[in-house]
T-cell receptor, first 114, second 115 residues
């Protein structure tokens, strides 16, 4: 069975600093996709970044990058130059081959302080 | 703005009642997914439709049902509501069905409160 684990319930970071949010996954499928979503206090789920299991390079999207270590089954999100608006819940999710549903972790609440 | 719309934004109702949540996918997306987010269960997949047909089913209660119409909008029907059904219900859409790069874009959610 597929599983996503986010071990950090909460993280604090100072504005302009970088922060890493941890995500480990478990799957026996050789093909899968990994996603990160942001959920601000307003409630919507915002897609941030995607990494495919066969991608050779780590994904990047602006200030977001994904530190993908396949052998360790980890897909950590790195946010560079944190901003106050980055304060939110962050969810790691996985889509396994031949399934259509996203499996989500429990989330990490990030708080950025001035 | 993801392009996925959901109505209503908030819904307050009583136990035993029935409600309908509505979702319009992004233009061009054929798949619609429903997820439930609650404090005790986290984010859970309920059901998926692709081009009008049910494609995948998750932890959806028998009291819940959904459909996708020819114009691709979808409705989630929740009946005989219980206090435990209070949650944030998300609709998401994607271009196709499955495919590892098929990103799901979420709507703003409907917050259901059952009193």
């Amino acid at each position: 069975a597929q599983k996503i684990t986010q071990t950090q319930p909460g993280m604090f970071v100072q504005e302009k600093e970088a922060v890493t949010l941890d995500c480990t996954y478990d799957t026996s499928d050789p093909s899968y996709g990994l996603f990160w979503y942001k959920q601000p206090s307003s409630g919507e789920m915002i897609f941030l970044i995607y990494q495919g299991s066969y991608d050779q390079q780590n994904a990047t999207e602006g200030r977001y990058s994904l530190n993908f270590q396949k052998a360790r089954k980890s897909a950590n999100l790195v946010i560079s130059a944190s901003q106050l608006g980055d304060s939110a819940m962050y969810f790691c999710a996985m889509l396994a081959y031949n399934t259509d549903k996203l499996i989500f972790g429990t989330g990490t609440r990030l708080q950025v302080f001035p | 703005d993801s392009g996925v719309t959901q109505t209503p934004k908030h819904l307050i109702t009583a136990t035993g009642q029935r409600v309908t949540l509505r979702c319009s996918p992004r233009s061009g997306d054929l798949s619609v997914y429903w997820y439930q987010q609650s404090l005790d269960q986290g984010l859970q997949f309920l059901i998926q439709y692709y081009n009008g047909e049910e494609r995948a089913k998750g932890n959806i209660l028998e009291r819940f049902s959904a459909q996708q119409f020819p114009d691709l909008h979808s409705e989630l029907n929740l009946s005989s509501l219980e206090l435990g059904d209070s949650a944030l219900y998300f609709c998401a859409s994607s271009v196709m069905s499955g495919g590892l790069t098929d990103t799901q874009y979420f709507g703003p959610g409907t917050r259901l409160t059952v009193l």
